[in-house]
């Protein structure tokens, strides 16, 4: 297993349709390629970021044909790169689309799919409940990668506030688990740096979390602040809440075995079983 993972971290503001994002894909890859990384994480929705519905159904595609992905796999040969191609919207059961993370090998090969398990369904105060379920189908697979890196999680948004995934992915073995996302400002600004590092020292591993940033071309607004946080919990990057970018750092492979000799949660897991006592 490599010691060390060069990787480069994506902050964009997705556009509406395919061909725009591919266009700016092309500059982030070699941007990357140029940093010498050895992979590239890239945030959720970054292959079509679109609320109209319609224009949404007649532009998604199967994950095999969808052209960001294929424009991902391409890249990733051309440049040699891995890509973590963030997620983009494919077709999913009967009407519903799937949010969709591959993982692609220098080769250009898909080594790995994950379909959003949890769904964005909140009601914030003062803002339309969010709904993604009414649109998305959830997936029902966690997903973990056997790579030169060692184990890599994937897991997409709303999924950081579900920690039994995160822990199961830890107790398997993941050095890194990926977390592109698309956070509101207002839970962006109460949670997201909160969620990454618990995720992260809970578990005693890296958690990257490429974001996306402003005002969108369909009107929404994100977070952005695409984070890294060590498996000690220290933010070793954010991108702040302005404007994309691409930064580039290198990770230490052994810090996660590092962080659990000292807290060893994981091997002090213990079953359990629940008293509810109701007073008579």
């Not at 509406?16 to 982030?28: D, G, P, R, V, Y």
């Not at 992260?200 to 591993?205: D, K, L, P, Y």
Request: aromatic fraction near 6%.
């Amino acid at each position: 297993m490599s010691q060390n993972l060069r990787l480069s971290l994506a902050q964009t503001t997705s556009a509406k349709t395919h061909a725009s994002n591919i266009e700016n894909l092309s500059q982030i890859v070699k941007a990357a390629a140029d940093a010498d990384a050895e992979m590239l994480a890239l945030p959720e929705v970054v292959g079509l970021m679109n609320k109209n519905t319609g224009e949404l159904r007649q532009s998604i595609t199967s994950p095999d044909q969808d052209p960001f992905i294929l424009a991902c796999q391409e890249q990733a040969k051309t440049y040699k790169i891995w890509i973590q191609a963030g997620s983009t919207p494919v077709k999913g059961p009967q009407t519903k689309f799937r949010n969709h993370a591959t993982l692609i090998s220098p080769s250009g090969t898909v080594v790995a799919s994950y379909d959003k398990i949890h769904l964005f369904d909140v009601f914030l105060e003062g803002n339309k409940p969010t709904g993604e379920s009414e649109r998305y189908s959830p997936g029902n697979r966690a997903v973990l990668v056997e790579t030169q890196f060692g184990p890599l999680g994937m897991t997409i948004c709303y999924d950081l506030r579900f920690p039994m995934l995160y822990r199961e992915l830890a107790q398997q073995g993941a050095v890194l688990t990926f977390a592109p996302s698309a956070f509101t400002v207002p839970t962006g600004k109460a949670h997201w740096e909160l969620l990454l590092r618990a995720r992260a020292v809970e578990n005693g591993m890296w958690i990257v979390a490429a974001a996306q940033v402003g005002r969108h071309e369909d009107e929404r607004k994100t977070w952005g602040h695409s984070m890294i946080v060590s498996p000690w919990g220290d933010v070793i990057v954010d991108m702040g809440g302005i404007k994309p970018g691409i930064v580039t750092v290198d990770l230490d492979l052994e810090a996660p075995a590092k962080a659990r000799r000292q807290i060893p949660s994981l091997r002090n897991d213990r079953p359990y079983i629940m008293d509810r006592i109701k007073p008579t």
